[in-house]
């Protein structure tokens, strides 16, 4: 599939430029949303949990939440029954950003998918999807076994 990883990395690369403008009245960097949003669902989550949801290296999860806990987004503490364990809660600044992270994410959604029917949209997104889960398989394991392909 030549050039397909070419135009997800350059989807992704503007959906950044779009989520940093937009985020910025809130005081956050287009890459800080994800932990956001995953704080607010999940409080109290692990900052190595964090890290392996949205699949990044664990230090470059703790230098993002320094920066929000400096911003007053997040707090983190030992977890009680392993002090090994840093758990990250969600402030109030960070519950009331959650709802704008949200729409923001949406409306990029809408807009890079505009010119797609609906039709299209239901097939492509559980390809995404798809996809999503085996990379994430590679993430995880670092196995790069190819999956079995129908047809």
């Not at 400096?70 to 960070?94: C, H, L, M, S, W």
């Not at 959650?98 to 505009?114: A, F, I, K, M, Q």
Request: some cysteine.
């Amino acid at each position: 599939m030549p050039g397909f990883m070419k135009n997800i990395n350059q989807i992704a690369r503007c959906a950044e430029q779009y989520r940093a403008q937009r985020l910025a009245e809130l005081g956050l960097t287009g890459c800080q949303y994800s932990c956001i949003l995953h704080v607010c669902r999940q409080p109290g989550i692990s900052q190595d949990g964090l890290a392996r949801q949205i699949c990044v290296h664990k230090s470059s999860v703790a230098r993002q939440l320094a920066q929000l806990e400096k911003n007053g987004f997040v707090r983190r503490e030992p977890d009680e029954k392993d002090r090994r364990i840093t758990a990250v809660y969600p402030t109030t600044r960070a519950e009331e950003a959650y709802p704008v992270v949200c729409r923001v994410l949406g409306e990029w959604s809408r807009y890079v998918t505009g010119g797609l029917s609906e039709e299209d949209k239901a097939r492509l997104i559980p390809m995404l999807e798809s996809m999503c889960r085996q990379a994430e398989t590679y993430w995880e394991t670092g196995v790069d076994v190819l999956p079995e392909v129908e047809g």
